[in-house]
T-cell receptor, first 115, second 115 residues
Framework: EAGVTQFPSHSVIEKGQTVTLRCDPI?????LYWYRRVMGKEIKFLLH????????ESGMPNNRFLAERTGGTYSTLKVQPAELEDSGVYFC?????????????FGPGTRLTVL | AQKVTQAQTEISVVEKEDVTLDCVYE???????LFWYKQPPSGELVFLIR??????QNEISGRYSWNFQKSTSSFNFTITASQVVDSAVYFC????????????FGTGTRLTIIP
């Protein structure tokens, strides 16, 4: 079974440009999470989807970030316009829903560099 | 608010030595989960262990062992007889119980095993 996949693996853009990151969760996983790790710091939660609905977006840094999960399958995270401080590694994770606790499976991350 | 502290930024040990990675957490919840993830050079986060707050039994899995102590709010990870393949960044994480499963991570400890 395929794991969580993310595209692209790396992205280098200029300040002010737009970038869209994609995450394909494990098939059947209703929960989808986005996290971000800025260089040398902790991995921080951004938001949580349950199917196509945003369950918790308390970690989204500002309105330059837009996440979608149309149809409850893959998700996109758009940064527009990108700023230097947006550089980091963006992780996506997915999990089942309905049991007492469900392990989150992480993708390999997208390394975003804003110049 | 939840917080996870990994005071050791980097550790280097010679192969076959034992090494302990420290993790201290803060939470107001009475029910919570603790995790360790491994991030090898390939970048993905690999789940190692989950512990719930009601289970303070230590756990051993091969060369890996975990020591959970609620009295000191610590969840330390020991690798016995370290191997070069153990070289990675290790993250400790915390989440609330069912219904709000977003993870709060520490800043990670980079472990280097010297051949």
């Amino acid at each position: 079974e395929a794991g969580v996949t993310q595209f692209p693996s790396h992205s280098v853009i200029e300040k002010g440009q737009t970038v869209t990151l994609r995450c394909d969760p494990i098939s059947g996983h209703d929960n989808l999470y986005w996290y971000r790790r800025v260089m040398g710091k902790e991995i921080k939660f951004l938001l949580h989807f349950v199917k196509e609905s945003k369950q918790d977006e308390s970690g989204m840094p500002n309105n330059r970030f837009l996440a979608e999960r149309t149809g409850g399958t893959y998700s996109t995270l758009k940064v527009q316009p990108a700023e230097l401080e947006d550089s980091g590694v963006y992780f996506c994770a997915s999990s089942l829903r309905g049991r007492l606790y469900n392990e989150q499976f992480f993708g390999p991350g997208t390394r975003l560099t804003v110049l | 608010a939840q917080k996870v502290t990994q005071a050791q930024t980097e550790i280097s040990v010679v192969e076959k030595e034992d090494v302990t990675l420290d993790c201290v957490y803060e939470t107001r919840d009475t029910t919570y989960y603790l995790f360790w993830y491994k991030q090898p050079p390939s970048g993905e986060l690999v789940f190692l262990i989950r512990r719930n707050s009601f289970d303070e039994q230590n756990e051993i899995s091969g060369r890996y062992s975990w020591n959970f102590q609620k009295s000191t709010s610590s969840f330390n990870f020991t690798i016995t007889a370290s191997q070069v393949v153990d070289s990675a960044v290790y993250f400790c994480a915390l989440s609330e119980s069912f219904g709000n499963e977003k993870l709060t991570f520490g800043t990670g400890t980079r472990l280097t095993i010297i051949p």
